[in-house]
């Protein structure tokens, strides 16, 4: 074998090794990054069930709109500003969708699995607060406060279309087949 065929072999097998090594390497960043969406998720479902995020929850399913027919407590709004997260508990879980909704905007956690557990809770929880949203917008003179939940919840309103009959695996075997 000559020089310039022994030469020309190893250029082959460094190129095979470099491409090797790459392909190696993209399949280490995909497993890395599905790492880092689970934990994600994770914390984002521990966080879902600590006892103060779900006061906030309930006080926004089932006080704040009794609260939004006093006058006197949507005025209060103007005067408390973003500040007064006391009587204006409501703000904390804006402050939470928002924090959700830069994530996924950015791509920092997995819109799909983000939206297939949590799409119902941010569109409900937009639709009741949306008026005071809207409002505080208003005070503020600015369309970007809480932009970032506005757009989890349209994210969410768009899921819901798309799979209005759920988001169960086509064909999977369903439970009810399994038994028939």
Known sequence: MTLEALNTTFAGATFAVIGATAIAAIVQLRHLRASNQMTALLTILQDWQKPEMQAWVQFVRKELPERLKDPAYVDSI?????????????????????????????????????????????????????????????IRES???????????VLAFDWTKLHSQGAYPAGASRFSDLEA
């Open 78 to 138: 103007e005067a408390a500003g973003l500040e007064d997260r006391t009587e204006h508990a409501w703000l904390n879980l804006c402050d939470y969708y928002e924090q959700l909704g830069a994530y996924v905007k950015y791509g920092l956690i997995d819109r799909r699995s983000l939206l297939d557990v949590g799409c119902s809770s941010f569109l409900s929880v937009y639709r009741i607060l949306r008026p005071l949203i809207e409002r505080t917008r208003a």
């Open 143 to 153: 369309t970007a406060v809480f932009e970032n939940f506005e757009y989890l919840a």
